[in-house]
């Protein structure tokens, strides 16, 4: 069995099946992005000195403003107890590459983007440096509210008379 997975995934074979490499991205988890990245949340950027890299520092939930200070003290905290670990929630670390083509390998501390290697937050922001452009489908629901159940409308009729 193993033998033939092996084959199946070489790369040199005609119907060679290959792993994924980039993160799946749905129309709910666009929208979701789109409307972070148009949210009036601040965020603070530190580039990092060691890797090409570049760390966005979010507040999350409804926290809308973020300082440096609270950030400094979220960079050297340690967690002695649970309310501590409570506390070092309320902030997400989202490092982005410096070369906008890359901005699908970015990555987040938030819960979402450990289950499925994406998030709004690493999409959302990309969204706002122009890294990307989400598409017009992701724009159809107003900001603040949810996608509603089953297919959506391709368009609604412009003129209805009797």
């Known amino acids: 069995m193993v033998r033939k997975w092996s084959r199946d995934r070489d ?10 490499n980039e993160p799946t991205i749905t129309l709910s ?12 949340k601040t965020i603070i950027e530190y580039a990092s000195k060691a890797t090409d890299e570049i760390n966005y520092y979010v507040p999350a939930g409804a926290i809308e403003k973020l300082t440096k200070t609270q950030v400094n003290k979220y960079k050297k905290q340690k967690w002695n107890n649970f309310d501590d670990y409570k506390e070092s929630l309320k902030i997400w670390k989202v490092t982005l590459p410096n070369n906008p083509s890359l901005w699908k390998k970015g990555s987040c501390n938030c819960s979402s983007f450990f289950k499925e290697f994406a998030c709004k937050h690493v999409i959302g922001l990309a969204i706002r440096l122009k890294y990307c452009t989400p598409p017009p489908a992701a724009k159809d629901v107003k ?8 297919r959506p409308k391709k368009a609604t009729k412009a003129l209805l008379t009797k």
């Open 11 to 20: 790369e040199r074979q005609p119907k060679a099946i290959l792993f994924i």
């Open 29 to 40: 988890k666009w929208t979701k992005s789109y409307q972070f990245a148009k949210s009036p």
């Open 143 to 150: 900001i603040g509210e949810k996608r509603k159940r089953g």
